[in-house]
């Protein structure tokens, strides 16, 4: 069942220990500092792995290409990226659809890795004309959250603010420990979800280009 960001928050104060909150527009010291740490406290779990359900696919919008004698092509980041993944092997005219495209074809798997980019100054540069960009977000839905990632998120919040309510440093050493452990096993739950580490991003037009359609 997927939790709320109420339900998080006295997750957290539940290990200080601290009173639980009965809303998020409560008016006291933990939720201040509650508020002011979460968000912060999802972006660094987000950014530590590539979890399925942060990751989004995007055809990018052109800008004005500075680097003409490097890249053919410039492109504006998405606001919510996190960390860029892949640049895909063909272009948004392609894209059929938001979702990861996953084949079982063993010799194309990686041909994503493949594509080379590289990201400065605010811009992706690239020689693919209509790039997609599979990257991680660090916006996120609490609904989307599997309930190891919302228990290291709780950890993680916990050992952030366990200092500014408690003033106990013994704690905050556990809870940083205890946050460790549960990022960890967050991440381990999220690769075994999906156990083909090596994803392919072709399309099925172009597979079938191949000769592979009856294989899919």
């Known amino acids: 069942m997927a939790l709320s960001k109420l339900q998080i928050w006295n ?3 539940a290990e200080l ?6 809303s998020l527009d409560d008016v006291n010291l933990a939720s201040d500092f509650l508020n002011d740490q979460y968000q912060p406290a999802i972006e660094f779990l987000l950014e530590d792995h590539d979890y399925d359900f942060a990751t989004r696919r995007v055809a990018l919008a052109l ?3 500075n680097r003409p004698n490097e890249w053919q092509y410039a492109y504006r980041l998405p606001s919510d990226l996190a960390r860029p993944l892949h640049l895909l092997p063909y272009s948004g005219a392609d894209t059929v659809s938001t979702v990861p495209v996953y084949s079982w074809i063993g010799r194309n798997r ?5 594509t080379p980019f590289r990201i400065g100054g605010g ?3 690239g020689n693919i004309d209509g790039a997609v960009l599979e990257y991680a977000t660090n916006t996120v839905a609490e609904n989307q959250f599997t309930a190891k990632f919302a228990r290291a998120l709780a950890l993680e919040l916990a050992s952030r603010v366990v200092m500014p309510i408690k003033k106990d440093t013994k704690r905050q050493g556990e809870l940083i420990r205890m946050a ?4 960890e096993r967050a991440k381990a739950d999220d690769m075994n979800r ?3 580490t090596a994803r392919d991003f072709i399309p099925e037009f172009m597979l079938a ?3 592979y359609g009856d294989q899919l």
């Open 110 to 114: 990686g041909m994503e890795t493949i």
């Open 209 to 211: 280009r191949m000769g």
């Open 63 to 65: 800008v004005p290409n």
């Open 194 to 196: 999906d156990r083909e």
């Open 11 to 13: 997750m957290a104060l």
């Open 17 to 22: 220990p601290e009173q639980r909150i009965d």
């Open 123 to 125: 811009k992706l540069y």
């Open 180 to 183: 460790e452990v549960a990022r």
